[in-house]
């Protein structure tokens, strides 16, 4: 499989946590108790979607592109 890239929404979570959404990826919610824990749900749930459209013929919806610029990302580190 092909890697692509798609963008996420994290967002703090008043009871604790995060949720994560993709504009690009309609039903792709994940919710994590740490950003690195919410970022790797989401992960595997974009690959399970994306793999469903691939399965019944869908084209993936506008937007999503291969890495074939440069890519700047946010990483969560852990500190104290």
């Not at 949720?19 to 690195?36: D, E, F, H, K, W």
């Not at 919410?38 to 993936?60: C, Q, W």
Request: charged share 25%; glycine share 10%; with cysteine.
């Amino acid at each position: 499989m092909a890697e692509i890239c798609l963008k996420l929404h994290i967002e703090a979570l008043e009871e604790g946590g995060y949720v994560a959404t993709s504009p690009l990826l309609p039903g792709l919610v994940a919710q994590g108790r740490t950003l690195s824990e919410t970022m790797e749900i989401a992960h595997d749930v974009a690959r399970k979607i994306i793999e469903s459209y691939e399965e019944h013929g869908d084209p993936l919806p506008p937007g999503i592109k291969k890495p074939d610029e440069e890519i700047v990302v946010d990483i969560a580190v852990g500190i104290g």
